[in-house]
């Protein structure tokens, strides 16, 4: 929001579950109040229940940027689906359209197996995607099994990926890196702000059944909610489950070689000399 306003951009969003609807407290959403002071695009226009793959959103950010670009302004894609951002710098071979009996296939084999078993096959078919996934990220292991036994004709049909040198975008890929102990400080600030604003009320509107329903705090909060656990004991699982995510995180930017890690307040001066961006436009 502070580059943003200092630069005169407009923000995009990189973040797998903030693309769906419904979900603004267990996503860490951009409030309403956010939204109007800055311009925000690819934040909560999914339905819950629908798939939303990181070939469709290399999509739906290229058309983002372009219109931002069109208007003459800036444009911060920000979030931590490292895929998603894979996607868009071009580092990644996405097929687009599926074949729907492997899909269906794929569905139901999720249902007998548990999620070491789907990420072992992608392991055996994919060992470099796999490496990238946690085994119990149970959504995107069968979406990239689903790519990597998809017949060659899909992948053909699916014609040359979009990216950002493909549309002509100057770009810089930033970590911002904190120490641990200020994370771990942020985190169980987050978890305690969640609770506080209603987490386990929208994870019951989401419901279990919902695609997006795996995204860190809504397992914990449902089974809170089957009085599987004390609310104290919520309160730990979600901080323990983010405190992995945030490592996981952190390990696959460190596996991008593009990134640059730097200090909050060193992000400014980065895009200023790389971007060549200056204070805000007229």
């Given at each position: 929001?502070?580059?943003?306003?200092?630069?005169?951009?407009?923000?995009?969003?990189?973040?797998?579950?903030?693309?769906?609807?419904g979900?603004p407290i267990?996503?860490?959403?951009p409030?309403?109040?956010?939204?109007?002071q800055v311009?925000h695009h690819?934040?909560g226009?999914?339905d819950?229940r629908?798939r939303?793959?990181?070939?469709?959103?290399?999509?739906?950010?290229?058309?983002?940027?372009?219109?931002?670009?069109?208007?003459?302004?800036?444009?911060?894609v920000?979030?931590?689906?490292?895929?998603?951002?894979?996607?868009?710098?071009?580092?990644?071979?996405?097929?687009?359209q599926?074949?729907e009996?492997?899909?269906?296939r794929?569905?139901?084999e999720?249902?007998?197996?548990?999620?070491e078993?789907l990420?072992?096959?992608l392991?055996?078919?994919?060992?470099?995607?796999?490496?990238d996934?946690?085994?119990?990220?149970t959504?995107?292991?069968?979406?990239a099994?689903?790519i990597?036994?998809?017949p060659?004709?899909a992948?053909?049909?699916?014609g040359?990926?979009?990216?950002?040198?493909?549309?002509?975008f100057?770009?810089?890929l930033?970590?911002?890196?904190?120490?641990?102990?200020e994370i771990d400080?942020?985190?169980?600030?987050?978890?305690?702000?969640?609770?506080?604003?209603?987490?386990?009320?929208?994870?019951e509107?989401?419901?279990?059944?919902a695609?997006?329903?795996?995204?860190?705090?809504?397992?914990?909060?449902?089974?809170?909610?089957?009085?599987?656990?004390?609310?104290?004991?919520?309160?730990?699982?979600l901080?323990r489950?983010?405190?992995?995510?945030a490592?996981r995180?952190?390990a696959w930017f460190?596996?991008?070689?593009a990134?640059?890690?730097?200090?909050?307040?060193?992000?400014?001066?980065?895009?200023?000399e790389?971007?060549?961006?200056?204070?805000?436009?007229?």
């Amino acid at each position: 929001m502070e580059l943003a306003r200092r630069f005169d951009a407009e923000i995009v969003g990189a973040d797998s579950r903030q693309v769906y609807r419904g979900m603004p407290i267990g996503t860490a959403a951009p409030t309403e109040e956010q939204t109007a002071q800055v311009r925000h695009h690819l934040v909560g226009f999914v339905d819950p229940r629908e798939r939303y793959s990181a070939a469709r959103y290399a999509n739906d950010a290229l058309d983002a940027l372009a219109d931002i670009r069109a208007r003459g302004r800036r444009a911060i894609v920000t979030g931590g689906t490292g895929f998603y951002l894979r996607a868009l710098v071009g580092g990644v071979t996405l097929a687009p359209q599926y074949d729907e009996g492997l899909r269906a296939r794929l569905a139901r084999e999720a249902s007998l197996h548990s999620p070491e078993f789907l990420h072992d096959w992608l392991t055996m078919r994919d060992p470099v995607r796999a490496r990238d996934l946690g085994a119990n990220d149970t959504y995107r292991v069968v979406r990239a099994l689903e790519i990597a036994l998809a017949p060659p004709a899909a992948t053909l049909r699916a014609g040359a990926a979009r990216t950002l040198a493909t549309e002509g975008f100057t770009w810089l890929l930033v970590f911002v890196d904190l120490p641990w102990r200020e994370i771990d400080r942020r985190i169980e600030a987050r978890t305690d702000a969640m609770l506080e604003a209603g987490l386990v009320e929208e994870a019951e509107r989401v419901g279990s059944g919902a695609v997006a329903a795996n995204a860190v705090g809504y397992p914990q909060a449902l089974a809170y909610l089957r009085g599987w656990s004390s609310r104290d004991e919520l309160r730990r699982q979600l901080n323990r489950a983010t405190r992995r995510y945030a490592r996981r995180q952190r390990a696959w930017f460190r596996s991008e070689p593009a990134t640059l890690w730097l200090d909050p307040e060193a992000v400014a001066g980065a895009a200023r000399e790389t971007l060549g961006w200056d204070t805000k436009r007229e």
